[in-house]
Protein backbone atom coordinates (compact mmCIF):
# COMPACT_ATOMS: atom_id res chain seq x y z
CA UNK A 1 0.00 0.00 0.00
CA UNK A 2 1.35 3.19 -0.97
CA UNK A 3 2.62 5.50 2.51
CA UNK A 4 3.25 8.80 2.09
CA UNK A 5 5.50 12.23 3.37
CA UNK A 6 3.16 15.65 3.94
CA UNK A 7 5.47 18.94 5.22
CA UNK A 8 4.82 22.11 5.98
CA UNK A 9 7.12 24.32 5.84
CA UNK A 10 7.69 28.15 6.34
CA UNK A 11 11.27 28.51 4.91
CA UNK A 12 13.26 31.21 7.25
CA UNK A 13 16.73 30.40 5.07
CA UNK A 14 16.02 30.10 1.40
CA UNK A 15 19.91 29.98 0.04
CA UNK A 16 20.17 26.92 2.68
CA UNK A 17 17.09 26.08 1.56
CA UNK A 18 17.64 26.15 -1.91
CA UNK A 19 21.03 23.43 -1.51
CA UNK A 20 18.21 20.81 0.44
CA UNK A 21 16.61 20.92 -2.27
CA UNK A 22 18.96 20.16 -4.74
CA UNK A 23 20.02 17.57 -2.80
CA UNK A 24 17.00 15.93 -2.12
CA UNK A 25 15.05 14.63 -5.36
CA UNK A 26 17.49 12.03 -5.64
CA UNK A 27 17.26 11.09 -2.39
CA UNK A 28 13.77 10.39 -2.69
CA UNK A 29 14.17 8.46 -5.80
CA UNK A 30 16.08 6.20 -4.31
CA UNK A 31 14.12 4.78 -2.18
CA UNK A 32 11.31 4.88 -4.66
CA UNK A 33 9.32 7.47 -3.92
CA UNK A 34 8.43 10.44 -5.56
CA UNK A 35 6.83 14.07 -5.51
CA UNK A 36 2.79 14.66 -5.83
CA UNK A 37 3.14 17.98 -4.66
CA UNK A 38 5.91 21.06 -4.19
CA UNK A 39 3.92 23.82 -3.92
CA UNK A 40 4.47 27.32 -2.79
CA UNK A 41 1.05 28.78 -4.45
CA UNK A 42 -1.15 27.96 -1.30
CA UNK A 43 -4.59 29.18 -0.97
CA UNK A 44 -5.54 28.20 2.71
CA UNK A 45 -9.88 28.65 2.87
CA UNK A 46 -9.62 27.06 6.68
CA UNK A 47 -6.64 27.85 8.43
CA UNK A 48 -5.14 26.64 11.85
CA UNK A 49 -2.90 29.04 13.94
CA UNK A 50 -0.45 29.48 10.94
CA UNK A 51 -0.17 29.14 7.69
CA UNK A 52 2.28 27.45 5.74
CA UNK A 53 4.85 28.61 2.53
CA UNK A 54 5.19 25.31 1.29
CA UNK A 55 3.26 21.39 1.46
CA UNK A 56 5.01 18.80 0.01
CA UNK A 57 3.76 15.30 -0.61
CA UNK A 58 6.51 12.39 -1.12
CA UNK A 59 4.39 9.30 -2.34
CA UNK A 60 6.27 6.05 -1.70
CA UNK A 61 5.64 2.12 -2.26
CA UNK A 62 5.07 1.89 1.55
CA UNK A 63 5.46 2.90 4.85
CA UNK A 64 8.98 0.23 5.15
CA UNK A 65 10.11 2.66 1.62
CA UNK A 66 9.95 5.75 3.85
CA UNK A 67 11.44 4.12 7.12
CA UNK A 68 14.63 3.34 4.82
CA UNK A 69 15.03 6.81 3.51
CA UNK A 70 14.17 8.40 6.27
CA UNK A 71 16.59 6.80 8.57
CA UNK A 72 19.54 6.02 5.57
CA UNK A 73 22.80 7.31 6.27
CA UNK A 74 22.39 9.73 3.19
CA UNK A 75 19.40 11.53 4.59
CA UNK A 76 20.88 12.64 8.49
CA UNK A 77 22.69 15.66 6.91
CA UNK A 78 19.67 16.53 4.76
CA UNK A 79 17.57 16.74 7.61
CA UNK A 80 19.69 18.66 9.76
CA UNK A 81 20.21 20.85 6.84
CA UNK A 82 16.53 21.11 6.31
CA UNK A 83 15.82 22.03 10.07
CA UNK A 84 18.27 24.61 9.85
CA UNK A 85 16.29 26.52 7.42
CA UNK A 86 12.94 26.47 8.41
CA UNK A 87 10.27 27.60 11.48
CA UNK A 88 10.05 25.92 14.39
CA UNK A 89 6.65 25.12 13.49
CA UNK A 90 6.98 23.32 10.31
CA UNK A 91 5.56 19.60 10.51
CA UNK A 92 6.32 16.35 8.76
CA UNK A 93 3.94 13.82 8.78
CA UNK A 94 4.41 9.77 7.51
CA UNK A 95 0.78 8.51 6.90
CA UNK A 96 -0.51 5.07 4.82
CA UNK A 97 -2.75 5.44 1.81
CA UNK A 98 -6.54 3.60 1.84
Known amino acids: MP ?3 VGLHQITDH ?3 DEYRNQIGPLVAKFGGRYLTR ?8 GGYWKPERVVVIEFPDR ?3 NEWYSSPEYQPLIELRKGCQSVNDMTFFMDGV
Request: hydrophobic share 40%.
Open 15 to 17: TRF
Open 64 to 66: AAI
Open 39 to 46: GENLRMPE
Open 3 to 5: SYV
